[in-house]
Nanobody, 115 residues
Framework: QVQLVESGGGLVQAGGSLRLSCAASGIIVRTNTMGWYRQAPGKRRDLVARISSGGTTNYADSVKGRFTISRDNAKNTVNLQMNDLKPEDTTVYYC?????????WGQGTQVTVSS
């Protein structure tokens, strides 16, 4: 059974940094496309960053140049380094992968950026 567990969220001042981590079990992160999404209350869940099994990365325009997605194959984790955080980055961040036709999500981790 696939499980994704996020960690690393918290409160930070604008301009600061946070590193989110997603620990995966039941799948191997280096052979799956892994993504980070975020969702504000009442809004849809949007892609923040994604890394394919081949290592290709994609980012939302709003985070390009500030966020970096990476894999730690030894730990079977996917990380999101977030720099130069802005108040508009405040929301819940979710880890995602797909196994066949089934989407899997973590429980989410709250990121709050104060101005």
């Amino acid at each position: 059974q696939v499980q994704l567990v996020e960690s690393g969220g918290g409160l930070v001042q604008a301009g600061g940094s946070l590193r989110l981590s997603c620990a995966a079990s039941g799948i191997i992160v280096r052979t799956n496309t892994m993504g980070w999404y975020r969702q504000a209350p009442g809004k849809r869940r949007d892609l923040v960053a994604r890394i394919s099994s081949g290592g290709t990365t994609n980012y939302a325009d709003s985070v390009k140049g500030r966020f970096t997605i990476s894999r730690d194959n030894a730990k079977n984790t996917v990380n999101l380094q977030m720099n130069d955080l802005k108040p508009e980055d405040t929301t819940v961040y979710y880890c995602n992968t797909k196994d066949g036709d089934v989407d899997y999500w973590g429980q989410g981790t709250q990121v709050t950026v104060s101005s």
